[in-house]
C-alpha cells in the first residue's frame, strides 16, 4: 500500500473531522461489522466472501432534513477466483477509505438514506502460499500474477442507517465505479497469458455495521 496516500487521507480525514466539530448537533461515530464482497469480471469466475471492516465518522446538520457524514474506514474483504481444476483461491484485499456522504433523515435521529463517493487506497492482494502457483481457470495466468492491484480506486456507497441517537444498525453497499484491475493491463505479458483480453473487475460489497455515537 502506498504509505504517504494513506497518511494524506488520514489527514484530510481527520481534518474534516475537526472542521465539522463546531457544528451543533455533531456526532462523532465508531464502527464494525462484517461484509461479503465480489469481483465482478468477465476474465475469471469469482464468488464471493466474508470480511470485516472498522472505522470513525462524524454526522453533523447540514440543511433541513439533510445531513453530511465524514468517515474513514479501514477493511479487510475476501472473495475467491476459480482454478483451472475448479478449486476455488481465496484473496483477500486490506486498505483504507474515506467517505463524504449526504444523509436524508427520513426520521430525525433514528433512520437515515445515506449515498455518496468513498476513495480507497488498496494494498496488494494476498493469497496463501499454497495457492500462489496454481492456475485460474480459462488463462495460462497463476494466482500471484494478479496480485499487483490498482492502488487507488473510486466506490459509490449507497445505504440506510436505523436506530436510536446512540446506537445505530447501518446497511450499506458499495460498487467499485473503476477497474481496480487496470494496473495489470500495464504488463504486455500478463496481457497474453490471459488470451489477449484486457483486465477488468469491479469490487461490489455489501456490509452490516453498528455504530455507536459517542
Do not use: M, W
Given at each position: 500500500m502506498n504509505k504517504k496516500l494513506t497518511l494524506l487521507l488520514l489527514f484530510f480525514a481527520t481534518l474534516g473531522f475537526a472542521q465539522y466539530g463546531n457544528r451543533d448537533g455533531n456526532r462523532i461515530g465508531i464502527s464494525a461489522g462484517i461484509s461479503q464482497t465480489t469481483l465482478f469480471t468477465n476474465n475469471f469466475k469469482a464468488s464471493p466472501g466474508m470480511g470485516f471492516a472498522g472505522g470513525l465518522s462524524v454526522r453533523g446538520n447540514y440543511y433541513n432534513n439533510w445531513s453530511m457524514i465524514y468517515g474513514m474506514q479501514f477493511f479487510s474483504n475476501n472473495f475467491s477466483l476459480e482454478?483451472?481444476?475448479?478449486?476455488?483461491?481465496?484473496?483477500?484485499?486490506?486498505?483504507?477509505?474515506?467517505?463524504?456522504?449526504?444523509?436524508?433523515?427520513?426520521?430525525?435521529?433514528?433512520?437515515?438514506?445515506?449515498?455518496?463517493?468513498?476513495?480507497?487506497?488498496?494494498?496488494?492482494?494476498?493469497?496463501?502460499?499454497?495457492?500462489?502457483?496454481?492456475?485460474?481457470?480459462?488463462?495460462?495466468?497463476?494466482?500471484?500474477?494478479?496480485?499487483?492491484?490498482?492502488?487507488?480506486?473510486?466506490?459509490?456507497?449507497?445505504?440506510?442507517?436505523?436506530?436510536?441517537?446512540?446506537?445505530?444498525?447501518?446497511?450499506?453497499?458499495?460498487?467499485?465505479?473503476?477497474?481496480?484491475?487496470?494496473?495489470?493491463?500495464?504488463?504486455?505479458?500478463?496481457?497474453?497469458?490471459?488470451?489477449?483480453?484486457?483486465?477488468?473487475?469491479n469490487l461490489g460489497s455489501i456490509n452490516g455495521q453498528v455504530i455507536i455515537n459517542l
Open positions: 482454478s483451472s481444476f475448479n478449486q476455488d483461491i481465496k484473496y483477500n484485499i486490506q486498505g483504507v477509505q474515506v467517505r463524504i456522504l449526504f444523509s436524508y433523515n427520513v426520521v430525525e435521529d433514528h433512520v437515515s438514506l445515506d449515498f455518496g463517493p468513498v476513495l480507497q487506497v488498496n494494498g496488494k492482494l494476498k493469497v496463501d502460499p499454497t495457492d500462489e502457483n496454481r492456475i485460474l481457470k480459462g488463462t495460462l495466468l497463476a494466482a500471484n500474477q494478479i496480485v499487483d492491484i490498482s492502488p487507488v480506486s473510486g466506490n459509490f456507497y449507497l445505504g440506510c442507517s436505523a436506530g436510536s441517537k446512540t446506537i445505530r444498525a447501518v446497511l450499506f453497499y458499495e460498487y467499485g465505479f473503476t477497474n481496480i484491475l487496470n494496473k495489470l493491463n500495464k504488463d504486455d505479458a500478463l496481457k497474453v497469458l490471459n488470451n489477449g483480453d484486457t483486465f477488468k473487475g
